[in-house]
Protein backbone atom coordinates (compact mmCIF):
# COMPACT_ATOMS: atom_id res chain seq x y z
CA UNK A 1 0.00 0.00 0.00
CA UNK A 2 0.67 3.47 -0.96
CA UNK A 3 1.28 5.84 2.17
CA UNK A 4 -1.36 8.39 1.92
CA UNK A 5 -0.03 11.98 1.51
CA UNK A 6 -0.48 14.69 4.97
CA UNK A 7 -2.34 16.82 1.84
CA UNK A 8 -5.43 13.35 1.49
CA UNK A 9 -5.48 13.32 5.43
CA UNK A 10 -6.46 16.81 5.75
CA UNK A 11 -9.53 16.84 3.91
CA UNK A 12 -12.58 15.19 5.43
CA UNK A 13 -11.10 12.58 8.06
CA UNK A 14 -10.87 13.01 11.62
CA UNK A 15 -11.08 12.04 15.18
CA UNK A 16 -13.61 13.39 17.90
CA UNK A 17 -13.87 12.94 21.01
CA UNK A 18 -17.29 11.08 21.77
CA UNK A 19 -18.74 12.98 24.84
CA UNK A 20 -17.28 16.47 24.21
CA UNK A 21 -17.07 16.58 20.59
CA UNK A 22 -13.54 17.63 20.64
CA UNK A 23 -11.85 17.25 17.23
CA UNK A 24 -8.45 15.92 16.62
CA UNK A 25 -6.24 15.24 13.70
CA UNK A 26 -7.20 11.81 12.33
CA UNK A 27 -3.33 11.07 12.10
CA UNK A 28 -3.22 11.56 16.27
CA UNK A 29 -0.88 8.88 17.85
CA UNK A 30 -2.37 9.15 20.92
CA UNK A 31 -5.87 6.59 21.19
CA UNK A 32 -7.51 9.18 23.40
CA UNK A 33 -8.49 12.75 23.53
CA UNK A 34 -6.60 14.67 26.22
CA UNK A 35 -9.01 14.41 29.07
CA UNK A 36 -9.13 10.61 28.62
CA UNK A 37 -12.02 10.49 26.47
CA UNK A 38 -12.59 8.14 23.58
CA UNK A 39 -12.15 9.33 19.78
CA UNK A 40 -14.05 8.24 16.70
CA UNK A 41 -13.49 8.44 13.17
CA UNK A 42 -15.63 11.01 11.45
CA UNK A 43 -15.70 11.88 7.55
CA UNK A 44 -15.49 8.48 6.42
CA UNK A 45 -14.52 8.60 2.19
CA UNK A 46 -18.45 9.27 1.62
CA UNK A 47 -20.24 11.61 3.18
CA UNK A 48 -23.54 9.73 2.40
CA UNK A 49 -22.31 6.52 2.03
CA UNK A 50 -23.83 3.45 -0.28
CA UNK A 51 -23.11 -0.12 -0.05
CA UNK A 52 -21.39 -0.99 -3.22
CA UNK A 53 -20.64 -4.03 -5.14
CA UNK A 54 -18.04 -6.22 -4.67
CA UNK A 55 -16.48 -9.31 -3.89
CA UNK A 56 -15.23 -8.46 -0.13
CA UNK A 57 -17.22 -7.15 2.41
CA UNK A 58 -14.65 -4.73 2.47
CA UNK A 59 -15.34 -3.52 -1.30
CA UNK A 60 -18.57 -3.43 -0.52
CA UNK A 61 -18.62 -1.37 2.68
CA UNK A 62 -16.06 0.93 1.48
CA UNK A 63 -17.82 4.09 1.62
CA UNK A 64 -18.71 3.39 5.46
CA UNK A 65 -14.42 3.54 6.42
CA UNK A 66 -11.81 5.92 6.38
CA UNK A 67 -9.88 4.05 4.61
CA UNK A 68 -8.30 5.25 0.71
CA UNK A 69 -6.41 1.89 -0.32
CA UNK A 70 -7.04 -0.87 1.78
CA UNK A 71 -4.56 -3.54 1.50
CA UNK A 72 -5.73 -7.19 1.68
CA UNK A 73 -2.50 -8.36 1.44
CA UNK A 74 -1.82 -8.24 5.27
CA UNK A 75 -5.11 -9.84 5.99
CA UNK A 76 -4.72 -13.38 6.96
CA UNK A 77 -8.20 -13.82 6.35
CA UNK A 78 -10.35 -12.09 9.13
CA UNK A 79 -13.89 -12.22 9.25
CA UNK A 80 -16.72 -13.88 7.14
CA UNK A 81 -17.63 -16.00 10.43
CA UNK A 82 -20.87 -17.88 10.62
CA UNK A 83 -23.81 -16.62 12.28
CA UNK A 84 -25.45 -19.76 13.38
CA UNK A 85 -28.83 -20.57 15.00
CA UNK A 86 -28.76 -21.61 18.59
CA UNK A 87 -30.32 -24.74 18.72
CA UNK A 88 -32.80 -26.16 20.93
CA UNK A 89 -30.67 -26.99 23.68
CA UNK A 90 -29.47 -23.34 24.06
CA UNK A 91 -32.39 -21.83 23.58
CA UNK A 92 -33.52 -24.11 26.69
CA UNK A 93 -30.82 -23.09 28.53
CA UNK A 94 -31.04 -18.89 28.21
CA UNK A 95 -34.43 -18.82 28.01
CA UNK A 96 -34.33 -17.11 24.36
CA UNK A 97 -36.47 -18.47 21.41
CA UNK A 98 -35.04 -16.81 18.70
CA UNK A 99 -31.30 -17.04 19.71
CA UNK A 100 -28.23 -16.67 16.94
CA UNK A 101 -24.48 -16.98 17.81
CA UNK A 102 -21.65 -15.10 16.22
CA UNK A 103 -18.80 -17.15 15.87
CA UNK A 104 -15.79 -15.39 16.30
CA UNK A 105 -13.70 -17.71 17.27
CA UNK A 106 -13.23 -18.66 14.06
CA UNK A 107 -10.82 -15.66 12.93
CA UNK A 108 -6.94 -16.04 11.76
CA UNK A 109 -5.84 -15.72 15.60
CA UNK A 110 -9.40 -17.13 16.71
CA UNK A 111 -10.51 -14.18 18.30
CA UNK A 112 -12.51 -10.53 16.98
CA UNK A 113 -9.72 -8.61 17.47
CA UNK A 114 -8.20 -9.62 14.24
CA UNK A 115 -11.11 -7.30 12.57
CA UNK A 116 -9.73 -4.47 14.27
CA UNK A 117 -6.27 -5.29 13.80
CA UNK A 118 -6.36 -5.16 10.17
CA UNK A 119 -7.57 -1.73 10.37
CA UNK A 120 -4.61 -0.73 12.76
CA UNK A 121 -2.05 -2.21 10.95
CA UNK A 122 -3.31 -0.62 7.69
CA UNK A 123 -2.85 2.67 9.81
CA UNK A 124 0.19 2.06 10.63
CA UNK A 125 1.50 1.40 7.29
CA UNK A 126 -0.53 4.57 6.58
CA UNK A 127 1.80 6.91 9.24
CA UNK A 128 4.64 4.98 7.91
CA UNK A 129 5.50 3.35 11.61
CA UNK A 130 7.87 0.35 11.72
CA UNK A 131 6.72 -0.86 15.32
CA UNK A 132 3.35 -1.77 16.38
CA UNK A 133 2.89 -2.06 20.04
CA UNK A 134 0.02 -3.23 22.60
CA UNK A 135 -0.33 -3.78 25.99
CA UNK A 136 -2.88 -6.98 26.24
CA UNK A 137 -3.88 -9.89 28.34
CA UNK A 138 -3.35 -12.10 25.31
CA UNK A 139 -5.89 -12.17 22.41
CA UNK A 140 -5.05 -8.54 21.04
CA UNK A 141 -1.34 -9.37 21.43
CA UNK A 142 -1.76 -12.78 19.47
CA UNK A 143 -3.36 -10.56 17.29
CA UNK A 144 -1.41 -8.06 17.01
CA UNK A 145 1.98 -10.21 16.47
CA UNK A 146 0.54 -12.16 13.62
CA UNK A 147 -0.78 -9.01 11.52
CA UNK A 148 2.48 -7.40 11.93
CA UNK A 149 4.46 -10.00 11.42
CA UNK A 150 2.52 -10.56 7.53
CA UNK A 151 2.91 -7.04 7.28
CA UNK A 152 6.56 -6.31 8.04
CA UNK A 153 6.60 -4.89 11.18
CA UNK A 154 8.18 -5.11 14.72
CA UNK A 155 5.90 -6.43 17.24
CA UNK A 156 5.97 -4.88 20.76
CA UNK A 157 3.34 -6.78 22.95
CA UNK A 158 3.57 -5.85 26.84
CA UNK A 159 1.32 -8.40 28.47
CA UNK A 160 0.69 -8.79 32.70
CA UNK A 161 2.27 -11.79 34.39
CA UNK A 162 -1.23 -13.26 34.22
CA UNK A 163 -1.37 -14.02 30.81
CA UNK A 164 -2.23 -18.12 29.76
CA UNK A 165 0.91 -19.91 27.95
CA UNK A 166 -1.59 -20.79 25.16
CA UNK A 167 -1.84 -16.83 24.10
CA UNK A 168 2.13 -15.68 24.81
CA UNK A 169 3.52 -18.36 22.94
CA UNK A 170 1.51 -18.23 19.11
CA UNK A 171 2.90 -14.18 19.69
CA UNK A 172 6.85 -15.62 20.16
CA UNK A 173 6.22 -17.99 17.51
CA UNK A 174 5.09 -14.90 15.34
CA UNK A 175 8.02 -12.97 16.13
CA UNK A 176 6.58 -10.18 18.12
CA UNK A 177 8.77 -8.97 20.92
CA UNK A 178 7.31 -10.01 24.48
CA UNK A 179 7.57 -7.79 27.63
CA UNK A 180 5.80 -9.55 30.73
CA UNK A 181 5.20 -7.12 33.33
CA UNK A 182 4.58 -8.00 37.01
CA UNK A 183 2.00 -5.86 38.62
CA UNK A 184 -0.82 -6.68 40.65
CA UNK A 185 -3.06 -4.37 38.76
CA UNK A 186 -3.40 -4.59 34.95
CA UNK A 187 -5.08 -0.80 34.94
CA UNK A 188 -1.88 0.29 37.07
CA UNK A 189 0.51 -1.26 34.68
CA UNK A 190 -1.65 -0.06 31.34
CA UNK A 191 -0.99 3.35 32.90
CA UNK A 192 2.46 3.24 33.15
CA UNK A 193 3.13 2.20 29.98
CA UNK A 194 0.51 5.04 28.13
CA UNK A 195 2.16 7.51 29.75
CA UNK A 196 5.43 6.12 29.10
CA UNK A 197 4.61 5.77 24.76
CA UNK A 198 4.67 9.74 24.07
CA UNK A 199 8.25 10.15 24.57
CA UNK A 200 8.79 6.71 23.20
CA UNK A 201 7.44 7.71 20.36
CA UNK A 202 5.07 4.71 19.98
CA UNK A 203 1.74 3.98 19.01
CA UNK A 204 -0.13 2.07 21.26
CA UNK A 205 -2.65 -0.04 19.86
CA UNK A 206 -5.55 -0.28 22.50
CA UNK A 207 -8.50 -2.32 22.62
CA UNK A 208 -10.46 1.02 22.56
CA UNK A 209 -8.50 2.98 19.82
CA UNK A 210 -10.67 4.99 16.71
CA UNK A 211 -9.10 2.71 13.90
CA UNK A 212 -9.74 -0.47 15.61
CA UNK A 213 -13.09 0.36 16.60
CA UNK A 214 -13.40 0.93 12.87
CA UNK A 215 -12.32 -2.53 12.20
CA UNK A 216 -15.29 -3.89 13.94
CA UNK A 217 -17.82 -2.02 12.60
CA UNK A 218 -17.18 -4.56 10.00
CA UNK A 219 -18.67 -7.60 11.98
CA UNK A 220 -22.32 -5.06 12.27
CA UNK A 221 -22.00 -4.97 8.15
CA UNK A 222 -21.77 -8.87 8.21
CA UNK A 223 -24.60 -9.21 9.88
CA UNK A 224 -26.31 -7.11 8.46
CA UNK A 225 -25.65 -9.52 5.16
CA UNK A 226 -26.28 -12.43 7.29
CA UNK A 227 -29.63 -11.64 8.54
CA UNK A 228 -30.57 -10.04 5.24
CA UNK A 229 -31.12 -6.52 5.69
CA UNK A 230 -32.53 -6.83 9.40
CA UNK A 231 -31.12 -6.29 12.39
CA UNK A 232 -31.13 -8.09 15.65
CA UNK A 233 -33.04 -6.89 18.97
CA UNK A 234 -29.93 -7.02 21.18
CA UNK A 235 -26.50 -8.02 20.92
CA UNK A 236 -24.97 -9.18 23.99
CA UNK A 237 -21.33 -8.28 23.96
CA UNK A 238 -18.62 -9.42 26.72
CA UNK A 239 -16.57 -6.18 27.12
CA UNK A 240 -13.25 -5.24 28.70
CA UNK A 241 -11.47 -2.30 27.50
CA UNK A 242 -14.95 -1.44 25.34
CA UNK A 243 -13.84 -0.89 21.61
CA UNK A 244 -15.37 -4.55 19.99
CA UNK A 245 -19.03 -2.89 21.91
CA UNK A 246 -18.88 0.17 20.20
CA UNK A 247 -17.92 -0.59 17.17
CA UNK A 248 -20.48 -3.26 16.37
CA UNK A 249 -23.11 -0.03 18.02
CA UNK A 250 -21.31 2.37 15.59
CA UNK A 251 -21.60 0.12 12.10
CA UNK A 252 -25.32 -0.07 13.06
CA UNK A 253 -25.49 3.33 13.40
CA UNK A 254 -24.11 4.35 10.20
CA UNK A 255 -26.31 1.90 8.48
CA UNK A 256 -29.16 3.38 10.27
CA UNK A 257 -27.76 7.32 8.99
CA UNK A 258 -27.52 5.94 6.22
CA UNK A 259 -30.96 4.71 5.79
CA UNK A 260 -30.07 0.90 5.42
CA UNK A 261 -31.99 -0.12 8.48
CA UNK A 262 -35.19 1.52 10.47
CA UNK A 263 -34.32 0.81 14.05
CA UNK A 264 -30.86 0.48 16.04
CA UNK A 265 -30.25 -3.02 18.22
CA UNK A 266 -29.44 -2.76 21.73
CA UNK A 267 -26.40 -3.86 22.87
CA UNK A 268 -25.97 -5.92 26.24
CA UNK A 269 -23.50 -4.74 28.31
CA UNK A 270 -21.86 -8.03 29.70
CA UNK A 271 -18.46 -8.34 32.50
CA UNK A 272 -17.50 -10.75 35.15
CA UNK A 273 -18.95 -9.49 38.52
CA UNK A 274 -15.17 -9.52 39.72
CA UNK A 275 -14.43 -6.85 37.83
CA UNK A 276 -17.94 -4.89 36.42
CA UNK A 277 -16.49 -1.54 36.44
CA UNK A 278 -18.65 -0.17 33.78
CA UNK A 279 -21.70 -2.77 34.05
CA UNK A 280 -21.71 -1.63 37.92
CA UNK A 281 -21.51 2.01 36.81
CA UNK A 282 -24.98 1.35 34.54
CA UNK A 283 -26.62 -0.85 36.88
CA UNK A 284 -26.29 2.08 39.74
CA UNK A 285 -26.41 4.70 37.23
CA UNK A 286 -23.34 6.51 37.96
CA UNK A 287 -21.94 8.32 34.83
CA UNK A 288 -18.14 7.80 35.68
CA UNK A 289 -16.66 3.67 35.99
CA UNK A 290 -16.43 2.55 38.84
CA UNK A 291 -12.83 1.60 39.16
CA UNK A 292 -12.36 -2.49 39.90
CA UNK A 293 -8.27 -3.00 41.40
CA UNK A 294 -7.13 -6.65 42.30
CA UNK A 295 -9.04 -8.01 39.34
CA UNK A 296 -9.19 -12.11 39.92
CA UNK A 297 -11.71 -13.51 37.31
CA UNK A 298 -11.30 -17.21 34.94
CA UNK A 299 -12.47 -14.70 32.13
CA UNK A 300 -9.04 -13.14 31.91
CA UNK A 301 -9.69 -11.82 28.46
CA UNK A 302 -12.28 -9.32 30.13
CA UNK A 303 -9.93 -7.89 33.04
CA UNK A 304 -9.56 -4.07 32.10
CA UNK A 305 -10.23 -2.86 35.91
CA UNK A 306 -10.69 0.82 34.86
CA UNK A 307 -11.51 1.26 31.15
CA UNK A 308 -10.37 4.64 29.42
CA UNK A 309 -13.51 5.50 27.16
CA UNK A 310 -15.66 3.50 29.29
CA UNK A 311 -18.01 7.07 30.15
CA UNK A 312 -18.71 6.56 26.40
CA UNK A 313 -20.23 3.41 26.81
CA UNK A 314 -22.27 4.33 30.46
CA UNK A 315 -23.39 7.40 28.47
CA UNK A 316 -24.55 5.22 25.38
CA UNK A 317 -26.04 2.68 27.59
CA UNK A 318 -28.55 4.99 28.98
CA UNK A 319 -29.71 7.07 25.97
CA UNK A 320 -29.85 3.91 23.98
CA UNK A 321 -31.65 2.00 26.95
CA UNK A 322 -29.03 -1.15 27.13
CA UNK A 323 -28.93 -3.21 29.38
CA UNK A 324 -26.05 -4.16 31.69
CA UNK A 325 -25.32 -7.48 33.60
CA UNK A 326 -22.29 -9.04 35.53
CA UNK A 327 -21.88 -12.92 35.83
CA UNK A 328 -20.04 -14.48 38.61
CA UNK A 329 -17.43 -17.31 38.12
CA UNK A 330 -19.79 -19.94 38.95
CA UNK A 331 -22.25 -18.78 35.78
CA UNK A 332 -19.34 -18.36 33.79
CA UNK A 333 -18.33 -21.81 34.10
CA UNK A 334 -21.60 -23.24 33.37
CA UNK A 335 -22.38 -21.23 30.58
CA UNK A 336 -19.05 -22.18 29.35
CA UNK A 337 -19.93 -26.25 29.75
CA UNK A 338 -23.30 -25.05 28.20
CA UNK A 339 -22.34 -23.58 25.31
CA UNK A 340 -19.59 -27.17 24.50
CA UNK A 341 -22.81 -29.41 24.76
CA UNK A 342 -24.23 -27.35 21.96
CA UNK A 343 -20.85 -27.67 19.59
CA UNK A 344 -19.18 -24.03 20.52
CA UNK A 345 -15.58 -24.09 22.88
CA UNK A 346 -15.07 -20.61 23.55
CA UNK A 347 -12.86 -19.25 26.04
CA UNK A 348 -14.54 -18.10 29.54
CA UNK A 349 -15.08 -14.38 28.96
CA UNK A 350 -16.65 -15.72 25.47
CA UNK A 351 -19.40 -17.76 27.70
CA UNK A 352 -20.30 -14.43 29.75
CA UNK A 353 -23.24 -13.63 26.80
CA UNK A 354 -24.60 -16.54 27.54
CA UNK A 355 -24.97 -16.38 31.43
CA UNK A 356 -25.69 -12.87 30.95
CA UNK A 357 -28.83 -13.83 28.77
CA UNK A 358 -30.10 -16.13 30.89
CA UNK A 359 -30.86 -14.31 33.60
CA UNK A 360 -32.14 -10.81 31.82
CA UNK A 361 -34.65 -13.91 30.34
CA UNK A 362 -34.92 -14.58 33.75
CA UNK A 363 -35.88 -11.27 35.21
CA UNK A 364 -37.97 -10.48 32.28
CA UNK A 365 -35.63 -7.47 30.78
CA UNK A 366 -35.17 -9.44 27.38
CA UNK A 367 -38.07 -11.23 26.25
CA UNK A 368 -37.84 -14.87 24.94
CA UNK A 369 -39.49 -14.11 21.31
CA UNK A 370 -36.56 -10.84 21.14
CA UNK A 371 -34.31 -11.98 18.48
CA UNK A 372 -30.83 -11.83 20.16
CA UNK A 373 -26.68 -12.54 19.01
CA UNK A 374 -24.84 -13.93 21.20
CA UNK A 375 -20.90 -12.86 20.23
CA UNK A 376 -18.67 -15.37 20.78
CA UNK A 377 -15.51 -13.59 21.04
CA UNK A 378 -12.81 -15.87 21.00
CA UNK A 379 -11.78 -20.16 21.09
CA UNK A 380 -11.30 -21.91 24.13
CA UNK A 381 -8.19 -23.04 22.92
CA UNK A 382 -6.86 -19.95 24.25
CA UNK A 383 -6.99 -20.74 28.11
CA UNK A 384 -6.68 -24.37 29.20
CA UNK A 385 -6.24 -22.88 33.08
CA UNK A 386 -9.81 -23.18 33.34
CA UNK A 387 -9.78 -26.61 33.12
CA UNK A 388 -8.72 -26.45 36.98
CA UNK A 389 -12.10 -25.67 37.54
CA UNK A 390 -14.21 -28.13 35.24
CA UNK A 391 -14.46 -31.88 35.78
CA UNK A 392 -13.69 -33.33 32.55
CA UNK A 393 -13.74 -37.37 32.61
CA UNK A 394 -11.98 -39.72 30.68
CA UNK A 395 -11.94 -43.62 30.61
CA UNK A 396 -8.74 -44.50 31.07
CA UNK A 397 -7.59 -48.64 30.21
CA UNK A 398 -5.43 -50.90 28.71
CA UNK A 399 -5.76 -53.84 26.06
CA UNK A 400 -7.01 -56.18 28.60
CA UNK A 401 -9.91 -54.41 30.00
CA UNK A 402 -10.28 -52.50 26.43
CA UNK A 403 -13.81 -54.65 25.87
CA UNK A 404 -15.46 -53.97 29.93
CA UNK A 405 -14.30 -50.38 29.40
CA UNK A 406 -16.21 -50.23 26.57
CA UNK A 407 -19.06 -51.17 28.17
CA UNK A 408 -18.98 -49.16 31.24
CA UNK A 409 -18.80 -46.20 29.29
CA UNK A 410 -21.60 -46.81 26.90
CA UNK A 411 -24.08 -47.62 29.70
C1 LIG B 1 -10.79 -8.41 24.01
C2 LIG B 1 -11.80 -9.43 24.33
C3 LIG B 1 -13.06 -9.09 24.86
C4 LIG B 1 -13.43 -7.66 25.23
O1 LIG B 1 -13.46 -6.76 24.15
P1 LIG B 1 -13.11 -5.20 24.39
O2 LIG B 1 -13.05 -4.62 23.04
O3 LIG B 1 -11.80 -5.18 25.11
O4 LIG B 1 -14.21 -4.65 25.23
C5 LIG B 1 -13.98 -10.09 25.05
N1 LIG B 1 -13.69 -11.38 24.78
C6 LIG B 1 -12.49 -11.75 24.29
C7 LIG B 1 -12.23 -13.19 24.03
C8 LIG B 1 -11.51 -10.80 24.05
O5 LIG B 1 -10.32 -11.18 23.58
Not at 337 to 359: C, D, H, W
Request: include cysteine; glycine fraction near 10%.
Amino acid sequence: MQHTTRQQDDDNRQLISTLSGKVYPFGRTEEFADNGESLEVVGPNDQQPVIRQGRHIWERFAGFLPFRQPDLSVSPGEGNTPLVGSGAFLSEFSGSKDLWLKNETMNPTWSFKDRGTLTTTWMAREMGEKVTATISTGNMGHSVAAYAARAGLQALVFVPDFTPREKIMPMALHGARIIRVESPDYAAMKKKILEMAGHLGLRIVSGNGPLRVEGYKLTAFEMYEQMEGEGPDYIVVPVSACGHIRGLFKGYRELYQAGYISALPRMVVVQAANNAPVATAIREGRKQVVPFTDVNTIAEAITTGNPMGGEEIIDKAYRHDWPAMSVTENEILQAQVGLARSGFFVEPASATPLAALQKLTGQGIVKSSDKVVLMLTGSGLKDFDVFRHHQVGVYDCNLHNLEETIEQAMQ
